[in-house]
């Protein structure tokens, strides 16, 4: 299981990078791109999203750094509010706290 977050910056990231070796844009409006998608991810996840999710497994690893726990379950298993259920041979969940979160430009 991919975040969608994840399959969606990878995707933007491989057709900004693919205009700027292209010369269609610059590095500097991809960056700029990536920072607004960044922000409106948050905010539609911040106020569009009312979903909760539980998730069990086996905790292999877990590591906290700069106020972000990162956490690598085996055997995982997601169950959404409404009943739906998915279990993954391998999940990783990283997690900070809201009022610590600043976005960071990201670099090309």
Request: charged share 25%; net charge positive; aromatic share 8%.
């Amino acid at each position: 299981m991919v975040p969608l977050s994840t399959i969606s910056s990878r995707g933007l990231v491989e057709a900004l990078d693919e205009m700027v070796l292209n010369g269609t844009i610059s590095s500097l409006l991809a960056a700029k791109v990536l920072k607004q998608f960044d922000k409106s991810f948050i905010e539609a996840l911040r106020t569009k999203v009312h979903s909760k999710i539980r998730f069990k497994g086996h905790l292999d690893s877990y590591r906290y750094c700069d106020n972000v726990w990162t956490f690598d379950l085996k055997n995982a298993s997601f169950k959404t509010d409404n009943g739906d259920m998915q279990a993954v041979d391998r999940a990783k969940i990283v997690a900070c706290d809201a009022a610590c979160a600043t976005i960071k430009s990201r670099q090309l």
